[in-house]
Every structure is written in C-alpha cells, then in structure tokens.
C-alpha cells in the first residue's frame, strides 16, 4: 500500500495487479491495461509524479495515463522484482531474484552483491541472490536485506556486510526500517525482530543487536513487514500470526477479537490523516486505534 502525493491510496494485491483509490471511486490496472504483472510487492512515487511498480512480471512505470513496463530485455536483473526503493538522489534501487538493479533515469545496471550459499540452508526460497528489502537511512547509506546472506550497507563508495557471526539472529532478512531514532530494524523470516542500534556498533565490548521473539511477546517469529507509525509505534506484520505493535516497552497483540480477519499480514500503511490500513490474505482493514473494521469495495464507493 502506498498513499500518492494527490492523496490517492494504491493497493498492491497478489493476482490482480494494483487498484487505486482516490476517496470516491476504486480504479483497476492489470496487464489488460498494460500493467506488467497481476502480484504486486512495492510501490514508490517519483520527483515528477510517475508510479513505480515492483512485480512478478519486471518494473512497471505509471505516468498518470499509461505504463512503460522493464523487463531482463531492458537490462532488469531478474524480472521476479520483491521490492523497490527511490533514494534521496532521485535513483531506483530494484531488489530481484537475481539481485540488485539500480535505474538512473537512462538504463539499469546491476548493482553486484555476494550470493547467499543455501546449501545447508531450510527449505525457503532456493534464489542465493534474491533481495528482499532495500532502505535508505538518514546518512544516505544504502540497505540490502537478502535471502539467507544478512544484511548489505552500501555508503557510496565501500559495502559491508552483517550476518548472524556479527548478532543478526538470522540470516533471512524479510523487512527494514529506519525508526525516528536512528535505529535499524530487521525483520526476519526464522529469528523474529531485531534492533540495530548504529551508534553502539561503534563502541567496543557492547552489542549493537537487541533481539525479540515469541519469548518478548511477538507473536511469532517470521515477519512480512515492519512499519513505524507517525508516533513512533513499530507494527510488526507476521505470517499467520496477526499483526503486533511495539511502543519500545512491550508488544501488543491484534487478532480476530480485535476484528481483523485474517491472521496473515502482508502490509501496514499509515494515511496522510493518520489512518492506519492493513493489507491481509483476505483484503484491506482500517483500524479505529482499538478494533479493524474490513474495508471493501462496497464500503470505498460509499466514502
């Protein structure tokens, strides 16, 4: 999900491709209206306005009256595209199946980083190059959470490399974000949550990693996506186990009590009017600061 700078918000979903809504009516574009794919995994907005779509089928661009779709024939590096960052230099960074794809207007050129050895690996996703997640932090340092080889920081010039030898609690890095206060979280698909504090890494004898499992309150330990929220709350999206919040004491749980229908949760968006949406496996949910209520097409046309 992604709110656009008119305000209107977009909908990725898994085989329709991606809908938009701008507050009266519900619009749809799927390969019939040239959209490259029907699953679509990120989303960002330009500096002159254009759409950016990351999919199963390659890249897809939205001007606001058409799309131009990029595939492995433009240089893409794989067309199997999980995400999609546009960092402060107006540069597109594509995490892939097959790696990292950097786009500066003009052409894509791949972006090398080692590949994952899943030899003794569980039985996950078998792509060694496959990126999950990419952010950018507020020193401009770019972030690459990979599929079984940690996490990659890139700050313009040297890459480093943090795994599980350094205190990841896992090498599967699903989600990243970059909270108020400077500090990293990972959100992994084996070892739960975990908090990178950069300024500790720096100083010898502590440990920049804090770790959160099902042990802490998280309500289980493979997670889909990380959101913070305009107040500082970190929404934990998991896999089947609802969605989690952490205030930076303690986590709370949402479940179907809670009205949210579904227990798979793939994203969370907070609205320009700070209205929180959740995408699930069986549609979006808006939520009031203390039930979800489902939100349908029915519903949308009716405001």
Same mark, same amino acid.
């Given at each position: 999900? @992604? !709110?656009?700078?008119d305000?209107?918000i977009? @909908?990725?979903?898994? !085989? ?11 619009d749809?574009?799927?390969?019939v209206?040239? @959209?490259?794919g029907t699953?679509v995994? *990120?989303?960002?907005?330009d ?11 390659? $890249?897809s ?6 799309f ?8 893409l590096a794989?067309?199997? $595209?999980w995400c999609?960052l ?6 597109? &960074?594509?995490g892939?199946e097959g790696g %990292?794809?950097?786009?500066?207007g ?7 980083? /080692? ?9 996950v996703n ?13 020193? *401009?340092n +770019? ?7 940690g $996490? ?5 010039r ?6 599980t ?5 896992d090498?599967?890095? !699903?989600?990243m974000?970059?909270?108020?206060d400077?500090n990293l &979280? =990972? ?12 300024? %500790?890494?720096?100083? /010898?004898?502590?440990?920049? @990693? ?12 493979? +997670? &889909?996506?990380?959101?913070e929220?305009?107040?500082g +709350? +970190? ?5 089947y186990?609802?969605?989690?919040s952490f205030?930076?004491?303690?986590f709370?749980?949402? !479940? ?21 949406w959740? *995408?699930t496996?069986?549609?979006v949910?808006? =939520? ?7 939100w349908?097409?029915?519903?949308a046309l009716?405001?």
């Open positions: 999900m @992604f !709110q656009d700078r305000g209107n977009w @909908f990725g979903t898994e !085989q329709d491709g991606v809908v938009r809504y701008d507050g009266g009516k519900l749809y574009f799927t390969p209206e040239g @959209f490259s699953s995994r *990120g989303m960002v907005q500096a002159v306005g254009n759409m950016w779509f990351a999919t199963r089928g390659g $890249v661009r939205f001007d606001g009256r058409g131009a779709n990029y595939t492995t024939k433009d240089g794989d067309d199997q $595209v999609v546009l960092d402060k230099s107006g540069r597109l &960074w594509f892939t %990292v794809s950097r786009f500066d003009r052409a894509f050129a791949t972006f090398p980083l /080692p590949a994952a050895d899943l030899s003794g690996a569980p039985n078998r792509s060694p190059k496959l990126i999950n997640a990419i952010i950018e932090d507020r020193a *401009g +770019i972030w690459f959470g990979s599929n079984g080889n $996490v990659f920081r890139y700050d313009g040297t890459l480093s490399h943090l795994t030898k350094d205190g990841l609690p090498d599967f890095i !699903q989600s974000i970059e909270d108020r400077g &979280w =990972f959100g992994t698909r084996f070892g739960g949550l975990c908090k990178f504090d950069p300024s %500790v890494s720096r100083k /010898p004898g502590k440990s920049a @990693f804090i770790t959160y499992t099902k042990e802490d309150g998280l309500t289980r330990e493979l +997670i &889909w996506t990380l959101y929220d305009g107040s +709350i +970190i929404w934990i999206a998991t896999a186990a609802g969605l989690c205030d930076g004491a303690s709370t749980s949402y !479940q179907q009590h809670e009205g949210l229908g579904n227990p798979s949760v793939h994203s969370v968006m907070e609205d320009a009017a700070g209205q929180l959740v *995408g496996a069986d549609g949910y808006r =939520f009031d600061g203390k039930r979800f209520f489902n349908t097409k029915k519903n009716a405001g």
